[in-house]
């Protein structure tokens, strides 16, 4: 096998500018997914047994089920596709967007459309499975602690904040971790829709040289070197807030 080198070397700015643009998707869509996923792994185990909020409390647990069923239910690289050419048109659009129109639109879309669509996509992705890490999690935790909880005065707030989250984060840390690495790896689907991360810029280098081991291979060790970084880092934060053993 003639491996070249050379190939890599003279597209090497291409392959750095790749690096940082995963980076940054991924870390941005794992911020948003995690506050999404919280926010609605709390929803759907809270509860309204009474009152004039019943009904519409109902109506939004049930689409925050629907929406968790069909994120997780659904390839996520048909969901890059989809909100890509059909949900970002319909909001943001030089003539007729709900969100965005005019000028403004058409430089968002030039501009940053890819990297905005990724972005919605894999946060969109990773909150439908972080809302079930969080949601088990949080059942994991004894009711009796609830109970006492509440037995001293503390309202819903006080004892998700002081008492529920802080032992169900130790539990989280494993699937979340996972969560992370997989969605650091899944962030290479949004080069199909353009956006010049790594798995653009070895498909751009192949498309050029028609030669694959060189591209191909450079960014699998550049994912696997972020992974195993995530990952040693995600095994350090597992024993720094692992509970503490008692004889």
């Known amino acids: 096998m003639d491996f070249r080198w050379s190939i890599i070397q003279g597209y090497a700015p291409l392959f750095v500018k790749g690096f940082f643009m995963t980076l940054q998707v991924a870390v941005i869509s794992i911020i948003i997914g995690t506050i999404l996923g919280l926010f609605l792994g709390m929803l759907r185990l809270a509860e309204v047994k009474q009152g004039p909020w019943k009904w519409p409390f109902r109506v939004v647990k049930g689409l925050a089920g629907f929406y968790v069923a069909f994120f997780r239910g659904t390839p996520l690289f048909v969901q890059i596709l989809l909100i890509h050419f059909a949900v970002m048109p319909v909001l943001i659009h030089q003539d007729n967007g709900l969100l ?32 079930e890490i969080f949601r088990a999690g949080i059942q994991s935790i004894d009711r009796g602690q609830t109970y006492a909880a509440s037995s001293l005065g503390m309202g819903y707030k006080a004892t998700m904040r002081y008492v529920v989250l802080p032992q169900a984060f130790r539990r989280m840390l494993p699937p979340l971790g996972n969560e ?68």
Request: proline fraction near 2%; include cysteine.
């Open 100 to 131: 965005i129109s005019g000028e403004l639109a058409r430089t968002i879309k030039q501009d940053y459309g890819a990297f905005i669509s990724g972005i919605v996509a894999l946060s969109l992705n990773a909150g439908a499975y972080i809302s």
């Open 180 to 247: 992370a690495i997989t969605l650091l790896k899944d962030s290479s689907l949004v080069s199909a829709i353009g956006l010049a991360e790594l798995a653009y810029a070895a498909r751009t280098v192949a498309g050029a040289y028609s030669r694959y081991w060189e591209p191909y291979i450079t960014i699998s060790v550049v994912y696997f070197a972020m992974t195993m970084c995530l990952a040693t880092l995600v095994g350090r934060l597992e024993k720094k807030y692992a509970a503490p053993h008692h004889r």
